[in-house]
């Protein structure tokens, strides 16, 4: 009896002190049109301490990649494959990996933009709050304007964004209270579903796609305070700063070099341009600073949970920083629900330092992403790894953690295999064996990447550079090497050739 009463008691304090799950939860965090260098821990000026303490504690990667374009991102980091291989949007010849780690007994939460077609609540997740659009107005997403603001500041008139909550669909989102900020809110909701689900023994998956700093440029006062006045000494000298500093922390090498200047020059802006501009950076800025003050909110809350060690947390962003000028309120500068404003071509130069080109581009500047992983249990802390990796790695790096198998349907329709490589390799201080060829598709924005060569489609011919002697793609190898150069765009042509619908 005795000896009954002990194992009771024992089995008791066991549940009560929340048994460890055999499985860890994940948190995947991805902004929206950030540079690869804004960030402090890649060589930025914004204050980001909380994302700073990951890579303090983690892995930086300073050779990761996600796609030149919002949707196509969404379509490969939720499949693990390439968009237009199981049918970009529609994601119908996927499986994300919520519908994967439902198999293995995952709660799966996200709180953010989807940007697909199937809401989230059809596509794997238990729970969804967030626009399921592209982008919107920060500080309201619909097209009413609450007591005593103007006009929600939108990209055109007829403009009504698709938002959502768990399976309803909402056109136009105005929530009644003046204080609704998109990326507070998003972090709220997640933070709320953590605390729900706090004492069910499954292991959790939080995906956090945050719309911020996309435009339009929206912040709030206080935030946009902390860095007024910090940029008046321009791009051009910001760009050679990050150069410097970046170098100096290891982001990047000794082959790298500062491209050339994509906008015009600082010193040909009037004082009042130039105030304008410091203004539009402040803003940018200022909104990157609250998804790190955000972010700070949502870490407390899982360490006192107690699950902070058996959590692997990743930062990334879902595209280059972006030069698209629809600036449709030009008379209402940047920050406010009214305005509809967007960072400079410029300032997205600066932002992608020392990187080539912007968003939609698959140049480095439009493809290359800071990925940091935190994970106290397995990666050692502080450290750094020039290894290659892609968005598409995630969903295979979720399998090989938890044993979980990539469903071979969905709704009837078969899933084709999904193409990433598990880090947990490189995770765990490891040599991976490579990716053979890496590609990328978005509209004319054509890439392929074999070893340290990588191909790009300019127009009807195709350029060729070596990344590891020209990491910031100066001097195009496509006359001294033609025929390295066909092989590797024939490789993407037949990679294209096996498109689900339209191969162009
Ligand atoms: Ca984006």
Redesign the pocket.
């Known amino acids: 009896m005795k000896r009954i009463l002990s194992i009771l008691s024992f089995l008791c304090l066991s549940i009560s002190m929340g048994a460890e799950k055999s499985n860890p939860n994940f948190i995947l965090i991805m902004v929206?049109?950030m540079g690869y260098s804004d960030i402090g821990c890649y060589g930025g000026e914004v204050e980001t301490p909380n994302i700073d303490m990951l890579a303090e504690n983690g892995l930086r990667f300073t050779q990761f990649y996600n796609t030149a374009?919002?949707h196509t991102?969404r379509a490969e980091i939720l499949t693990g494959n390439y968009a237009y291989q199981i049918g970009d949007q529609s994601m119908q010849h996927g499986a994300t990996f919520g519908e994967v780690l439902r198999t293995v007994g995952y709660r799966t939460l996200i709180s953010g933009k989807w940007h697909q077609n199937p809401l989230p609540t059809t596509r794997g997740f238990d729970r969804y709050y967030g626009l399921a659009d592209g982008c919107c107005n920060f500080f309201n997403p619909g097209i009413v304007a609450r007591e005593g603001e103007g006009d929600p500041g939108r990209k055109g008139q007829n403009r009504v964004r698709r938002w959502a909550i768990e399976d309803e669909v909402i056109m136009g989102y105005t929530n009644p209270d003046p204080k609704f900020y998109t990326t507070d809110a998003f972090t709220t909701y997640a933070i709320d579903r953590l605390d729900e689900y706090k004492d069910e023994e499954k292991p959790f998956m939080l995906y956090l796609p945050y719309t911020a700093p996309?435009y339009p440029l929206h912040a709030w006062p206080e935030d946009i305070a902390k860095y007024r006045g910090k940029f008046l000494a321009g791009w051009d000298v910001l760009r050679e700063q990050r150069f410097e500093r970046m170098k100096k922390m290891g982001i990047i090498g000794e082959k790298h070099q500062l491209t050339p200047r994509a906008s015009k020059a600082w010193d040909d802006l009037s004082d009042k341009e130039k105030d304008a501009e410091d203004l539009k950076m402040a803003v940018y800025c200022a909104m990157i600073d609250r998804v790190d003050q955000n972010l700070g909110r949502l870490f407390a809350k899982v360490k006192e949970l107690g699950e902070w060690d058996n959590t692997l947390i990743m930062f990334l962003t879902?595209?280059g920083a972006c030069p698209e000028q629809p600036n449709t309120t030009p008379d209402i500068p940047p920050g406010p629900v009214e305005s509809y404003r967007t960072i400079s071509v410029g300032w997205a130069n600066a932002s992608n330092t020392p990187y080539r080109k912007f968003?939609s581009t698959d140049y480095e500047g439009g493809i290359r992403t800071p990925f940091i992983a935190h994970w106290p249990k397995v990666i050692e802390p502080g450290t750094m790894t020039d290894q290659v990796g892609h968005i598409i790695d995630l969903s295979a790096t979720f399998m090989d953690i938890t044993g979980a198998e990539y469903p071979e349907e969905i709704d009837g329709k078969k899933t084709r295999e999904p193409a990433g490589l598990s880090l947990m390799p490189i995770f765990e201080g490891k040599e991976r064996t490579p990716h053979e060829e890496i590609y990328w598709r978005f509209n004319r924005a054509n890439a392929v990447r074999q070893g340290d060569l990588k191909a790009i489609r300019a127009g009807k011919s195709w350029e060729l550079y070596d990344l590891k002697a020209d990491p910031t793609e100066m001097k195009n190898l496509a006359a001294e090497r033609p025929e390295k150069t066909k092989e590797l765009a024939d490789l993407w042509e037949s990679w294209n050739a096996n498109s689900v619908g339209k191969k162009k």
Do not use: Q, R, S
């Open positions: 929206d049109d374009k919002c991102t996309h879902d595209n968003k």
